[in-house]
């Protein structure tokens, strides 16, 4: 079974910068597309990002473009979300999520979730 693992949420200004790292559990990581979502309070979860396993392609929705960066290392099994620019819309909880498949934007697509973590912009 694999586990995925969040950290690195918080409470960040307006402008400021988070970094989110998963860190996944198990040796077929390589074989994974990766993807962020989110959910704020009130609201459906949305994707956000995707990294692909084939060759590392990355996706991302438009509200986060030019913003957040998604990267992986299979040397520490890590998945990182580089979040600059925040804005008070990207408050919500953070998903990260993993499927053979190829990136696509709906959660249904993602066999393996973590926990969560929560990242909040506010003054």
């Known amino acids: 079974q694999v586990q995925l693992v969040e950290s690195g949420g918080g409470l960040v200004q307006p402008g400021g910068s988070l970094r989110l790292s998963c860190a996944v559990s198990?040796?077929?990581?390589?074989?994974?597309?990766f993807a962020w979502f989110r959910q704020a309070p009130g609201k459906g979860r949305e994707g956000v990002s995707c990294?692909?396993?084939?060759?590392?392609?990355?996706f991302y929705r438009d509200p986060v473009k030019g913003r957040f960066t998604i990267s992986r290392d299979n040397a520490k099994n890590t998945v990182y979300l580089q979040m600059n620019d925040m804005k008070p819309e990207d408050t919500a909880v953070y998903y990260c999520?993993?499927?053979?498949?190829?990136?696509?934007?709906?959660?249904?697509?993602?066999?393996?979730w973590g926990q969560g973590t929560q990242v909040t912009v506010s003054p």
């Open positions: 999520a993993a499927d053979f498949g190829p990136c696509g934007w709906s959660g249904a697509e993602y066999d393996f």
């Open positions: 198990g040796s077929r990581f390589p074989y994974y597309a």
């Open positions: 990294i692909s396993s084939s060759d590392d392609s990355t």
